[in-house]
Nanobody, 126 residues
Framework: VQLQASGGGLVQAGGSLRLSCAASGRTFSSYTMGWFRQAPGEERDFVGAIRRSGGTTYYADSVKGRFTISRDNAKNMVYLQMNSLKPEDTAVYYC????????????????????WGQGTQVTVSS
């Protein structure tokens, strides 16, 4: 599967952005989807994930209550709605896909994901 992330940009603290990730292929619904981010000089960190059916989502503690992941399997799309953005949310955001279900610890592990988008920059100014 090929992934294309979009929707990043520059926003003031407290603002919102919606990232989108478009996936190619006809088996999108069989993929667990995740969002990760990488700030300059930092390692890539888990942001959130959504199970194949879209029924269950998981979030890093740092974004819980502010970010929401959703997916539309009919459109091969996954979204990351980001509200109440903070300067520390500044990073390159990546969508990722795993062609299987993942256990809870696996959802947060970037090595469990086989396919990655190119990343989209999110910058939050104070």
């Amino acid at each position: 599967v090929q992934l294309q992330a979009s929707g990043g940009g520059l926003v003031q603290a407290g603002g919102s952005l919606r990232l989108s990730c478009a996936a190619s292929g006809r088996t999108f619904s069989s993929y667990t989807m995740g969002w990760f981010r990488q700030a300059p000089g930092e390692e890539r960190d888990f942001v959130g994930a959504i199970r194949r059916s879209g029924g269950t989502t998981y979030y890093a503690d740092s974004v819980k209550g502010r970010f929401t992941i959703s997916r539309d399997n009919a459109k091969n799309m996954v979204y990351l709605q980001m509200n109440s953005l903070k300067p520390e949310d500044t990073a390159v955001y990546y969508c990722a896909a795993a062609p299987r279900g993942l256990i809870l610890t696996g959802l947060r592990d970037q090595h469990e994901y086989d396919f990655w988008g190119q990343g989209t920059q999110v910058t939050v100014s104070s």
